[in-house]
């Protein structure tokens, strides 16, 4: 994803001199060539995540389109004021990529990991909130930001996720949709957790399931309204804390639209920060977040015999 990221911003800053991009402290080498041939578009701030937050909403006041970029947590955490302030509340044309979002920085602990990005920006004015699943949702994602204007966040995985998504991806759509049968079980997912989504519906063969995949974790549309309206069980995945992400918001659409009946299953990284250090696979199987255990615990949520205490 960030490979494919960086080179659309490169792209468009070539055809678009209003395109401008900070990054906060990239590796030697990265988009050199975007420096050498656009040097008055690119800026390299170092570890200045609050003043590159500031930066950007200046810039953007004289009208440039900017992109700023480091790693989730980063941003998030340590520019929330400015990000709010600056940015949000004065409706600017502000994009922050953000590299591993979740669990990615696993290894480096939690100071370095960004499991309630969603619950902590969800509060800021006019921000739009993108969780693309690969490279193609993410393209689609910044061209969203391109065509539109005011702020935005885009929260990026690993990389070299596979593509998966490109034949389903609609444009003008928050979400794409897999499989189509009206009396299916619904998967809900954001980000990178569609491939787990993908991979249980390959294992569970004999069971009609039916996905959606939300780029913006906050937009529900009426469509999906009408989804929710024909399914008893709704499986909730994503890569964030308890509260606050996708299962707080979808849990909203449900009572707004007195959608009782429906039984909610959320599968997510728990309620306190991660306190322990390791590859994002390997804490996912630590948290039953992993493929096997979320197999193991949909066909116990889903057999006939099941009281549904989950």
């Given at each position: 994803?960030?490979?494919?990221?960086?080179?659309?911003?490169?792209?468009h800053?070539?055809?678009n001199?209003n395109?401008?991009?900070?990054?906060?402290?990239?590796?030697?080498?990265?988009l050199?060539d975007?420096k050498?041939?656009?040097?008055?578009?690119?800026?390299?701030?170092?570890i200045?995540e609050?003043?590159?937050?500031?930066?950007?909403?200046?810039?953007?006041?004289?009208?440039?389109?900017?992109?700023?970029?480091?790693?989730?947590?980063?941003?998030v955490?340590r520019?929330?004021?400015?990000?709010?302030?600056?940015?949000g509340?004065?409706?600017?044309d502000?994009?922050?990529?953000?590299?591993?979002?979740?669990?990615?920085?696993?290894?480096?602990?939690?100071?370095?990991?960004?499991?309630?990005?969603?619950?902590?920006?969800?509060?800021?004015?006019?921000?739009?909130?993108?969780?693309?699943?690969?490279a193609?949702?993410?393209?689609?994602?910044?061209q969203?930001?391109?065509?539109?204007?005011?702020?935005?966040?885009?929260r990026?995985?690993?990389?070299?996720?596979?593509?998966?998504?490109k034949?389903?991806?609609?444009?003008?759509?928050?979400?794409?949709?897999?499989?189509?049968?009206?009396?299916?079980?619904?998967?809900?997912?954001t980000?990178?957790?569609?491939?787990?989504?993908?991979?249980?519906?390959?294992?569970?063969?004999?069971?009609?399931?039916?996905?959606y995949?939300?780029?913006?974790?906050?937009?529900l549309?009426?469509?999906?309204v009408k989804?929710?309206?024909?399914?008893?069980?709704?499986?909730i995945?994503?890569?964030?804390?308890?509260f606050?992400?996708?299962?707080s918001?979808?849990?909203?659409?449900?009572?707004?639209?007195?959608?009782s009946?429906?039984q909610?299953?959320s599968?997510?990284?728990?309620?306190?920060?991660?306190?322990?250090?390791?590859r994002?696979?390997?804490?996912?199987?630590?948290?039953s977040?992993?493929?096997?255990?979320?197999?193991?615990?949909?066909?116990?949520?889903l057999?006939?015999?099941?009281?549904?205490?989950?």
């Open positions: 994803m960030r490979k494919e990221s960086l080179n659309f911003i490169y792209e800053a070539k055809i001199a395109v401008v991009f900070i990054g906060s402290d990239l590796g030697h080498g990265i050199q975007f050498t041939e656009m040097p008055n578009q690119f800026f390299m701030e170092g200045s609050s003043h590159i937050v500031s930066m950007a909403a200046g810039m953007a006041l004289t009208g440039s389109k900017v992109y700023i970029h480091t790693i989730a947590p980063f941003f955490r520019a929330f004021e400015h990000i709010a302030l600056d940015v509340f004065e409706n600017l502000v994009t922050l990529l953000c590299s591993g979002g979740g669990l990615v920085y696993g290894p480096l602990g939690h100071t370095h990991t960004m499991v309630d990005d969603f619950s902590i920006l969800s509060s800021v004015p006019n921000l739009k909130i993108y969780a693309p699943a690969d193609p949702e993410a393209i689609a994602s910044l969203r930001t391109y065509d539109d204007t005011g702020p935005a966040y885009i990026l995985g690993k990389g070299n996720e596979p593509s998966i998504t034949q389903y991806l609609k444009k003008d759509k928050s979400y794409l949709q897999i499989n189509k049968n009206e009396n299916s079980f619904l998967i809900i997912t980000g990178i957790m569609l491939h787990s989504a993908i991979e249980i519906t390959n294992q569970l063969q004999n069971i009609d399931i039916i996905h995949s939300m780029i913006t974790p906050f937009n549309d009426n469509e999906l989804v929710l309206k024909s399914k008893t069980h709704v499986f995945l994503e890569e964030h804390l308890n606050g992400g996708l299962k918001r979808v849990n909203e659409v449900i009572i707004n639209h007195h959608l009946e429906i909610v299953f599968f997510n990284l728990g309620n306190q920060y991660i306190d322990k250090y390791g994002q696979e390997d804490l996912f199987k630590d948290l977040l992993d493929t096997e255990s979320l197999i193991k615990n949909f066909k116990k949520i057999s006939p015999k099941s009281s549904h205490e989950f």
